[in-house]
């Protein structure tokens, strides 16, 4: 536990600043997290056996994050053209001799997606009109919603939520996360709206922080499964205490996709 927060304090000393400046800072910073989460993805099926495009779909990723970025209406013509590459490439392995090539494929077009795609709803949310207090309200809502299903479920946990995928989650612990997700978001939409910019009522953070509890488990459920299927406890070691950068990152995707359509359609 020591080893984690000492790691958690560090993301945040590096973390904060690029959240505060946004542009080039926070980019790097999400960037980073995204690409080697998808490296870490891929790698998990490599170790189920298959042999997806790795370094191709990481570039790909990271290409359509850049676009994203800086270049948006540039987007969607780099989706188009990156599926196109990948499947030439699969083509190419299947003749290769290459007989899992489709589902390579397969594995290279859901990275790109939901690491890619999905993943830049992380850079969208600070795109946003005082984008770095919207970020700083979803992101730490969802932590609050880990920490609370983690702190109770180990406790009082009896009751298992989802056996087969991850053992240790209990109902318990994922009501727990509901609540203290609603507590959060009624803190900090309180905090934000009376010492910052933010004007949110509080039912609405709670309502936020309530649906946060609700369906950002499901991310990690969701790697859960890809470890599960490949024999894998974690998606990787690059973050001391807490795994991979696809385990640090696995609800933040659902937050912050969750918080981009929440703010656009009911906020603002």
Known sequence: MARRAITSLALVAIGLPAVIFGGIPYFLLMGFFLCAATWEYLQTFQHAGLRPAR???????????????????????????????????????????????????????????????????????RMLPDGGWWVMFVLPTIWMVDTGAYAIGAAYG???????????KTWEGFAAGAFTGALAGIFFAYA???????????????????????????????????????????????????????????SWLWGAALGYYFITWFVR
């Open 55 to 125: 370094r191709l779909t990481v570039l790909g990723v990271g290409g359509f994050l850049f676009t994203a970025q800086f270049w948006g209406e540039a987007a969607a013509p780099f989706f188009t053209f990156f599926t196109f590459l990948l499947m030439a490439w699969h083509l190419h392995q299947f003749e290769r001799g290459q007989d899992h090539a489709a589902e390579e494929f397969a594995v290279g077009i859901s990275a790109f997606l939901y690491l890619g795609w999905i993943g830049s709803y992380l850079l969208r949310l």
């Open 158 to 168: 009896k009751h298992p939520l989802a056996p087969r995928l991850s053992p240790k």
């Open 192 to 250: 934000y709206s009376t010492w910052g910019p933010l004007h949110l009522p509080l039912w609405q953070g709670a309502l936020f922080g309530l649906a946060a509890g609700i369906f950002t488990p499901l991310g990690d459920l969701g790697e859960s499964m890809f470890k599960r299927q490949a024999g894998m406890k974690d998606s990787g070691s690059l973050i001391p205490g807490h795994g991979g950068a696809f385990d640090r990152i696995d």
